[in-house]
């Protein structure tokens, strides 16, 4: 199961991904994700996958699927990933940081 949270702060966009990212949940709730940055032009975005417990090929190619949207729309994206293991098995030089006070 894949629990997604939102927030807006100070100009920001935060989105939290806390469980498991695996096909059937980055088709069925990550839609929801893409629909709001597609609707929404926000500037600067993080995605914070420092609590997912599991992610699989689906999972990472759907980040890397965002990543290249928001590029299109000429906005920022910042990964929360403490480990910086996503970032490199995307290997698309995301910027990345530990921890979301980071950014702000």
Do not use: H
Not at 22 to 35: A, F, L, P, Y
Not at 48 to 55: P, R, S
Request: neutral net charge.
């Amino acid at each position: 199961m894949l629990k997604i949270d939102f927030e807006f702060r100070k100009g920001i966009f935060f989105i939290r991904l806390i469980g498991d990212m695996n096909s059937k949940t980055s088709k069925t709730q990550g839609k929801e994700i893409k629909d709001l940055l597609t609707e929404n032009k926000f500037k600067y975005i993080v995605i914070n996958v420092n609590n997912l417990k599991t992610i699989d090929t689906e999972g990472i190619n759907y980040i890397n699927d965002i990543y290249n949207m928001i590029k299109t729309n000429q906005s920022n994206l910042v990964l929360c990933d403490k480990f910086n293991l996503l970032n490199k098995l995307i290997k698309n030089n995301i910027p990345s940081i530990d921890d979301e006070l980071e950014v702000l």
